[in-house]
T-cell receptor
Framework: KAGVTQTPRYLIKTRGQQVTLSCSPI?????VSWYQQTPGQGLQFLFE???????NKGNFPGRFSGRQFSNSRSEMNVSTLELGDSALYLC????????????????FGAGSRLTVL | KQEVTQIPAALSVPEGENLVLNCSFT??????LQWFRQDPGKGLTSLLL?????REQTSGRLNASLDKSSGRSTLYIAASQPGDSATYLC?????????????FGKGITLSVRP
């Protein structure tokens, strides 16, 4: 059973550019959540999608956006990149949060490491 | 404010030692708590998930306990090995179920010396 796949794994952008990151969840998982990880702030929640609907959003500016497609694949976009956006962006999938222990277990991808110059 | 705290930030132990990693949270109305392991430069691997109604979960040499009244969870690692060296994070989802976000602690970086 394939795991959570994130692409690209590494990317370098310059300030002001925009970036799109992709996440393919485990087959059958309908929930996808995104996190930003930095040495200073640790892991911070960005947003969570279930069946193409955003269920929750973290405290990030509107430059950060996401969406989920009918096949449960998800993308996140960051516009007008700033130096502080350099981070490891992690995606996780689960069967269906809030519906029993097994369905709540998160499986993470390896992450997309973004460097903003 | 709902927060998750993990202290100390780093820990070094000799191989074979039994050890306990602590996680504290500010609001006892949790939905579940999950422990993860992260190797350098990698994503997170789920270790154990404890539902609000449970007191502990076990997997191999790992045992996680939950005490909601005191706002604490512990991850017990028996007979530690160098391969256990990693960062261990706990994450809490509070009541609100599917509509509540997951909040992570900053992790404890464990080094097991051969």
């Amino acid at each position: 059973k394939a795991g959570v796949t994130q692409t690209p794994r590494y990317l370098i952008k310059t300030r002001g550019q925009q970036v799109t990151l992709s996440c393919s969840p485990i087959s059958g998982h309908r929930s996808v959540s995104w996190y930003q990880q930095t040495p200073g702030q640790g892991l911070q929640f960005l947003f969570e999608y279930f069946s193409e609907t955003q269920r929750n959003k973290g405290n990030f500016p509107g430059r950060f956006s996401g969406r989920q497609f009918s096949n449960s694949r998800s993308e996140m976009n960051v516009s007008t990149l700033e130096l502080g956006d350099s981070a490891l962006y992690l995606c996780a999938s689960s069967a269906a949060p809030g519906q029993g222990a097994g369905a709540n277990v998160l499986t993470f991808g390896a992450g997309s490491r973004l460097t903003v110059l | 404010k709902q927060e998750v705290t993990q202290i100390p930030a780093a820990l070094s132990v000799p191989e074979g030692e039994n050890l306990v990693l602590n996680c504290s949270f500010t609001d006892s109305a949790i939905y579940n708590l999950q422990w993860f392991r992260q190797d350098p430069g990698k994503g997170l691997t789920s270790l154990l998930l404890i539902q609000s109604s449970q007191r502990e979960q076990t997997s191999g040499r790992l045992n996680a306990s939950l005490d909601k009244s005191s706002g604490r969870s512990t991850l017990y690692i028996a007979a530690s090995q160098p391969g256990d060296s990693a960062t261990y994070l706990c994450a809490v989802r509070w009541m609100g179920g599917a509509n509540s976000k997951l909040t992570f602690g900053k992790g404890i970086t464990l080094s097991v010396r051969p």
